[in-house]
Nanobody, 126 residues
């Protein structure tokens, strides 16, 4: 079991930066692939970023590549999402997710993740 709690969301102007945090607890966190997804009303969850469990390699959605960075602090059991040069289109609820057994081909698929946080709202004003 993994419990996830996100924080760090808020209201910012376009061009600003935010850092989201996802604090995890549970035995499987250390060997889980961690992901960030976002969702807006009426739309499916969109892949934002992932950190592969064994290599630590990171992967990003096309819309955030070059602006967002996912990282992990194992000592703090926390995963971060640094978001720079925020755009209006980045507005949404951001969810942290953990996947202890996901296969690589599914890393961008929300269905591959077993545990989810409650989400944190990010609003970017234009």
């Amino acid at each position: 079991q993994v419990q996830l709690v996100e924080s760090g969301g808020g209201l910012v102007q376009a061009g600003a930066s935010l850092r989201l945090s996802c604090e995890a607890s549970g035995r499987t966190f250390s060997r889980s692939t961690m992901g960030w997804f976002r969702q807006t009303p009426g739309k499916e969850r969109e892949f934002v970023a992932a950190l592969w469990r064994s290599t630590g390699n990171s992967y990003y959605g096309d819309s955030v590549k070059g602006r967002f960075t996912i990282s992990r602090d194992s000592a703090k059991n926390t995963v971060y999402l640094q978001m720079n040069s925020l755009k209006y289109e980045d507005t949404g609820v951001y969810f942290c997710a953990a996947a202890p057994t996901i296969i690589f081909s599914e890393v961008r698929n929300a269905r591959g993740y077993d545990y989810w946080g409650q989400g944190t709202q990010v609003t970017v004003s234009s």
